[in-house]
């Protein structure tokens, strides 16, 4: 067989199916959540070459004026944890697993998170890293939003 130089589409790959997902009420329950209240993903991403304190201030400032149930994501290869005060943490893999929870998410734009947001339907506001090298996570996020399945943060609205 000889190699070509034609790219191959593939479907983005998921971990999880949409029937391996916890129902909304096993979700909540498992994370803690009250049922009847808004719940807010967020996932900033591990921080590592990036700062993603000024968002986790914003996110915390908000769940207190607006009395939202806010869920941050940590990711396991994040050098150090960084915390705020009446905030919950998910620590565990795959968020997806989780996803029915959440009536909003705030979301870096990696790869996984953003295809794993996106195919399980979560409304999405993505705050792309811009400081990535390797990955365009803003190239992703606008072409979301150009089609009407998310919302992209613009450059330094963070």
Known sequence: ????????????VMLLDRGELETQRQ???ALGLVPDRPAVLVQPGAG??????PLLDRVAEA?????????????????APLRRRGLRYLSSFPNARYFAAFDLAVSAAGYNSFHE?????????FVPNDNQTVDDQR???????????AICLPRGAE
Do not use: C, F, K, Y
Not at 139 to 149: D, K, L, V
């Open 1 to 12: 067989m000889a190699a070509t130089d034609a790219p191959v589409v593939v479907p983005p």
């Open 27 to 29: 979700a909540r329950a």
């Open 117 to 125: 947001l996106l195919h399980h339907g979560v409304p999405t506001v």
């Open 139 to 149: 190239a992703r996020a606008e072409w979301a939003e150009s089609r009407g399945a």
């Open 63 to 79: 769940q207190a004026r607006l009395g939202l149930q806010v869920v941050v994501a940590e990711w396991l290869i994040q050098q």
């Open 48 to 53: 590592n070459n990036h700062d993603i304190e």
